[in-house]
């Protein structure tokens, strides 16, 4: 549920409704979702889980670049793990309306999101994102 990078950090499922802020955690050097007023708790999606941001979602250029902000043409995402296979890599992604991902891991600090909708069960939601995600796409995903 939530990324292997915050298993150090004290975490919650998400809740319709919650507002969620990015953040970086004080124990992990990852950022991904905090409840507004629980700065240190890390706010675990499950995939399929809907969101709807304040504003275009803005996130950095690939890790050890000179830094880039960069901008989804989207206030809605869905989130999504990618990479399953793969176990020392980040997982959690946001996708956009437009297909683009985006790894949580790259979203910039401070902006806040509110939770819209969960998936029925763990079960019952299928990644048809991370399995068509071939190495030209998550790429560009990443980049």
Sequence with gaps: ?????????????ARIS???VTTRFDTST????????EPNVAVCLRPGTE???DHDVEYDNV?????TLL????KTARFRQLR????????????????????LTRLCEGQH???LQLPASADSVREPAAERLGEQTLSSAIA
């Design 113 to 115: 999101a509110t939770v």
């Design 18 to 20: 919650d507002e969620l």
């Design 63 to 67: 890790p050890g670049a000179e830094p």
């Design 1 to 13: 549920m939530c990324d292997y990078s915050l298993q150090n950090v004290k975490s919650r499922p």
């Design 71 to 74: 901008r989804a043409a989207s």
């Design 84 to 103: 399953l296979n793969e176990p020392y890599v980040h997982h959690d992604a946001l996708e956009f309306p437009n297909g683009q991902t985006v790894l």
């Design 51 to 53: 969101l709807a941001f």
């Design 30 to 37: 990852t950022r991904g979702f905090a409840a507004a007023g």
